[in-house]
């Protein structure tokens, strides 16, 4: 009884660490839209300013904008992506991470 018992604790244990994951990835599309949200942003004050002179400041801001926008993108999801596929998804593998024993004052 007691090692059905320990089973079933482990199905409860791996289906939170499973709705873990998938919030995770939920997570990595919400930054996806927190960069659709930059770009319109930068639309709109751009489009403010396309009538007369100042739409060399419109211009300006295009493209320093969007040139951040995308950098801070793809930034984003190379981090966010590389991390949950290594850390997040080998857990699901059974990989487990070894390394060296931190010891700062070691002689």
Do not use: C
Not at 13 to 30: E, K, Q, T, V, W
Not at 78 to 87: C, D, K
Request: aromatic letters at 10%; zero cysteines; a neutral charge.
């Amino acid at each position: 009884i007691l090692s059905g018992l320990g089973g079933l604790f482990n199905t409860f244990l791996d289906g939170i660490s499973s709705f873990s994951n998938i919030i995770s990835y939920i997570r990595l599309f919400a930054v996806g839209m927190a960069t659709v949200a930059i770009a319109s942003s930068f639309n709109g004050i751009a489009a403010q300013m396309s009538q007369g002179p100042a739409i060399i400041g419109a211009i300006i801001i295009l493209l320093i904008g969007h040139g951040l926008n995308i950098i801070m993108a793809l930034l984003s999801v190379v981090v966010h992506g590389i991390r949950l596929n290594v850390l997040e998804f080998s857990g699901q593998l059974g990989l487990e991470w070894t390394g060296y024993k931190y010891q700062p004052f070691k002689e």
